[in-house]
């Protein structure tokens, strides 16, 4: 059997690549950079995602590097506590959220593709630059790196596009869709070596978006220092649109003031950013969600298909749901056309309803609505500004359409 063609060993094509495998089918990574390098600051895996990733075995991997997130915890801008809830195992889920670095985690997901499937199921220097197909199957046309001039074709059955938010397959099927769409917010985003915040395992959000906005969480355990590895997004409304890549480095002097009297009991804002390692920069961008991802042959997965603005922990883990959702539909279809037609009937129009809400009700909505509530100040009682039954509903009502759940984890 011709293999499964994998454009891109980013999350999506790694965890894709592991899937296929270990159903027997065969398959290659073609990558675009020489080599892996473990790049990026914080990602989230939500119960859904590491349920996946439990079921590939690498539950134990990822737990050595990762946080086993506990707790999410939201304030206002003046340091004050609105909302509570606990997360993953915490909450009663049969498995955990972590909260991990995103090269930790391409790393665990690397290593393991290359220990089962062998280091030749995995090619780098490849460019994608477009897909030809025919009856009897696919060409994928690559240079040797991006802006390379020498050429290659691989011939597969199937071609899965994981190349992410700049996807070249997204642009042959779809060329008139233009740069992705920004959100209005820009994100500086950083890791620093702290001391453990609250829980030591608590994701937090503070402020909102026209000021200001924070999301804190570790995301590796406690060193012998007693620090931890603590990844932090700075949020703010910014009308110029900067078109970055994701290593792009950012300057604290281009935000920090938006926090400097974020001096509180359980951190010290300013001190925290001023501290860090490293700080990137990064629009919040996503795309209008495609009316189709399958050409025959073809299918998009991950940020490829439905880049989402990173505001519900979800990008990472929709990329995770689409590969085992097609893998499921590849070991049924002994068509590949109708394998990649009946994974696109599952989950576009379930991950159509993600990149919508993100952009309008995430979970961070509850921080929006204080912010309304209170006229930007600060409260007596919080109870007087929401009840906790509507705080709870917020909450619930994302899990639900982002597919986590208890009760849908339960029946899946
Ligand atoms: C370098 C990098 C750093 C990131 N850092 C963060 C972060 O800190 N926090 C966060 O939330 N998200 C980050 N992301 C995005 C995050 O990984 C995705 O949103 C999510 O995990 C979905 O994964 P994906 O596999 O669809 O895409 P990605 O994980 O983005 O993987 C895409 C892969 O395709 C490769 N590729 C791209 N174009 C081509 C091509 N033409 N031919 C062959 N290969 C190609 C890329 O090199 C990459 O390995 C980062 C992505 C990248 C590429």
């Not at 955990?96 to 030749?120: N, W």
């Not at 011939?155 to 992410?164: Q, S, T």
Request: charged share 20%; net charge neutral; proline share 6%.
């Amino acid at each position: 059997m011709d293999d499964v063609i994998i454009v891109g060993a980013g999350i999506g094509g790694l965890t894709l690549g592991l899937a296929l495998h270990g159903c027997g089918i065969p398959c290659r990574i073609f990558e675009s950079t020489a080599e892996i390098k473990a790049v990026g600051v914080g990602i989230n895996l939500l119960p859904h995602a590491t349920k996946e990733l439990a079921a590939l075995g690498l539950e134990p991997a990822l737990a050595r590097v990762a946080i086993a997130t506990a707790d999410a915890t939201f304030f206002n801008r003046f340091g004050q506590l609105i909302y509570q809830e606990p997360l993953g195992r915490a909450a009663g889920y049969e498995h955990p959220q972590f909260s991990i670095h995103r090269g930790d985690l391409q790393m665990v997901l690397l290593e393991a593709f290359v220990t089962r499937a062998g280091r030749d199921r995995l090619v780098t220097n490849s460019h994608c630059i477009g897909v030809e197909q025919d009856e009897a199957g696919v060409s994928v046309i690559f240079s040797d790196g991006p802006g390379g001039t020498a050429r290659s074709a691989v011939r597969g059955r199937a071609v899965i596009a994981c190349d992410g938010i700049n996807s070249a397959l997204r642009k042959q099927f779809f060329p008139g869709e233009g740069d992705p769409r920004y959100s209005g917010v820009n994100m500086w985003r950083g890791v620093t070596r702290w001391k453990p915040i609250l829980s030591g395992a608590s994701m937090v959000r503070a402020g909102w978006l026209s000021h200001g906005k924070m999301v804190i969480y570790p995301i590796r355990p406690q060193g012998a220092d007693g620090l931890q590895l603590i990844n932090w997004v700075a949020e703010i409304e910014t009308p110029a649109y900067r078109k970055r890549d994701w290593n792009r480095p950012g300057a604290i002097a281009d935000f920090i003031g938006a926090f400097a009297d974020w001096h509180f009991d359980w951190l010290d804002v300013p001190a925290f950013i001023r501290a860090a390692d490293q700080v990137l920069e990064f629009p919040m961008v996503d795309q209008e969600p495609l009316p189709r991802w399958s050409f025959g042959r073809v299918t998009l997965l991950g940020d490829a298909a439905h880049p989402m603005v990173p505001r519900g922990s979800n990008g990472a883990g929709q990329a995770i749901l689409d590969a085992r959702t097609l893998v499921a539909a590849l070991i049924e279809h002994d068509d590949p056309v109708a394998a990649l037609a009946a994974y696109e009937k599952q989950r576009l129009e379930a991950t159509t309803r993600i990149v919508l809400t993100n952009r309008s009700n995430p979970p961070d909505a509850i921080l929006r609505e204080v912010f309304q509530r209170t006229n930007d100040s600060p409260f007596g009682r919080i109870d007087d500004v929401i009840s906790r039954e509507e705080l709870v509903a917020m909450s619930e009502g994302y899990k639900r359409i982002a597919g986590y759940s208890k009760e849908a984890l339960r029946t899946r």
